[in-house]
Protein backbone atom coordinates (compact mmCIF):
# COMPACT_ATOMS: atom_id res chain seq x y z
CA UNK A 1 0.00 0.00 0.00
CA UNK A 2 1.57 3.48 -1.20
CA UNK A 3 1.41 5.45 1.82
CA UNK A 4 -0.73 8.92 2.06
CA UNK A 5 0.90 11.83 0.82
CA UNK A 6 -0.18 15.19 2.55
CA UNK A 7 -2.54 15.97 0.57
CA UNK A 8 -4.43 12.88 1.41
CA UNK A 9 -4.58 13.52 4.80
CA UNK A 10 -6.00 17.01 4.40
CA UNK A 11 -8.39 15.42 2.53
CA UNK A 12 -8.93 12.63 5.09
CA UNK A 13 -9.07 15.46 7.67
CA UNK A 14 -12.19 16.85 5.57
CA UNK A 15 -14.25 13.79 5.13
CA UNK A 16 -13.49 13.24 8.75
CA UNK A 17 -15.40 16.86 9.66
CA UNK A 18 -18.26 16.36 6.64
CA UNK A 19 -19.23 13.18 8.54
CA UNK A 20 -18.83 13.68 12.33
CA UNK A 21 -15.98 10.90 12.04
CA UNK A 22 -13.69 11.83 15.25
CA UNK A 23 -11.23 8.70 14.41
CA UNK A 24 -11.14 9.25 11.27
CA UNK A 25 -9.92 13.61 11.84
CA UNK A 26 -8.11 12.10 15.14
CA UNK A 27 -5.72 9.58 13.04
CA UNK A 28 -4.13 12.58 10.63
CA UNK A 29 -3.36 14.42 13.79
CA UNK A 30 0.52 14.13 15.44
CA UNK A 31 -0.69 13.69 19.43
CA UNK A 32 0.50 17.41 20.71
CA UNK A 33 -1.51 19.26 17.29
CA UNK A 34 -2.45 22.82 17.63
CA UNK A 35 -5.74 23.91 15.88
CA UNK A 36 -5.39 28.10 16.16
CA UNK A 37 -8.84 28.84 15.35
CA UNK A 38 -8.16 32.49 14.32
CA UNK A 39 -10.42 35.54 16.47
CA UNK A 40 -12.00 32.05 18.29
CA UNK A 41 -9.35 29.67 20.28
CA UNK A 42 -6.65 27.61 20.19
CA UNK A 43 -6.19 24.29 21.26
CA UNK A 44 -3.36 22.18 22.36
CA UNK A 45 -3.38 18.43 21.73
CA UNK A 46 -5.85 15.83 20.29
CA UNK A 47 -8.27 15.55 23.46
CA UNK A 48 -9.35 19.12 22.88
CA UNK A 49 -8.77 19.59 19.58
CA UNK A 50 -11.55 16.22 19.50
CA UNK A 51 -13.58 18.57 21.72
CA UNK A 52 -13.76 21.37 19.24
CA UNK A 53 -14.83 18.57 16.61
CA UNK A 54 -18.34 18.87 17.55
CA UNK A 55 -18.58 22.32 18.65
CA UNK A 56 -21.73 22.56 21.37
CA UNK A 57 -22.36 25.66 19.78
CA UNK A 58 -22.94 23.88 16.20
CA UNK A 59 -25.62 20.89 15.28
CA UNK A 60 -24.89 18.73 12.84
CA UNK A 61 -22.03 18.14 10.82
CA UNK A 62 -20.53 20.94 8.35
CA UNK A 63 -20.98 20.84 4.52
CA UNK A 64 -17.44 21.78 3.11
CA UNK A 65 -16.24 22.58 -0.45
CA UNK A 66 -12.59 22.40 -1.02
CA UNK A 67 -11.97 24.86 -3.53
CA UNK A 68 -8.33 25.11 -3.50
CA UNK A 69 -5.35 23.21 -2.20
CA UNK A 70 -1.47 24.40 -2.70
CA UNK A 71 1.12 22.31 -1.04
CA UNK A 72 4.83 23.54 -0.55
CA UNK A 73 7.12 21.93 1.34
CA UNK A 74 5.43 20.82 4.93
CA UNK A 75 2.26 22.82 4.56
CA UNK A 76 -1.21 22.42 2.94
CA UNK A 77 -2.85 25.50 2.47
CA UNK A 78 -6.90 25.09 1.29
CA UNK A 79 -9.39 27.22 0.78
CA UNK A 80 -13.19 26.76 0.05
CA UNK A 81 -16.53 27.72 1.43
CA UNK A 82 -18.77 26.13 3.62
CA UNK A 83 -22.41 25.87 5.21
CA UNK A 84 -22.96 24.53 8.95
CA UNK A 85 -26.25 25.31 11.35
CA UNK A 86 -25.51 27.52 14.50
CA UNK A 87 -27.76 26.41 17.73
CA UNK A 88 -28.96 30.23 18.21
CA UNK A 89 -28.43 31.58 15.02
CA UNK A 90 -29.50 28.75 12.00
CA UNK A 91 -27.93 27.87 9.44
CA UNK A 92 -25.14 30.36 7.83
CA UNK A 93 -22.48 30.29 5.56
CA UNK A 94 -18.96 31.23 5.28
CA UNK A 95 -15.84 31.11 3.42
CA UNK A 96 -12.43 29.22 5.08
CA UNK A 97 -8.55 28.84 4.58
CA UNK A 98 -6.89 26.50 6.66
CA UNK A 99 -3.12 26.03 7.16
CA UNK A 100 -1.99 22.54 7.75
CA UNK A 101 1.53 22.59 8.84
CA UNK A 102 3.02 18.71 8.72
CA UNK A 103 6.04 17.14 11.22
CA UNK A 104 6.66 13.13 10.68
CA UNK A 105 3.89 12.73 8.18
CA UNK A 106 1.31 14.10 10.34
CA UNK A 107 -0.58 17.46 10.56
CA UNK A 108 1.09 19.43 13.76
CA UNK A 109 -0.83 22.53 13.36
CA UNK A 110 -3.73 23.54 11.82
CA UNK A 111 -4.45 27.05 11.46
CA UNK A 112 -8.15 28.05 10.59
CA UNK A 113 -9.53 31.62 9.58
CA UNK A 114 -13.50 31.31 9.10
CA UNK A 115 -15.04 34.01 7.65
CA UNK A 116 -19.02 34.38 7.42
CA UNK A 117 -20.37 35.07 3.99
CA UNK A 118 -24.16 37.26 3.94
Same mark, same amino acid.
Given at each position: ????????? =???????? +??? /????????? !?? /?????????? !? !????????? &??????????? &????? +??????? =?????? &???? !?? =???????????????? #?????? #??????????
Amino acid at each position: MTPKTQRDL =VAEYFEGF +RTS /DHPRILATL !TD /DVEWVIHGHR !T !TCGKAEFDG &EIENPAFTGSP &ELDVQ +RTHEDGP =VVVTTG &EGHG !TS =VDHGRFQFAFNDLFTF #RDGLIA #RVDSYVVPLP
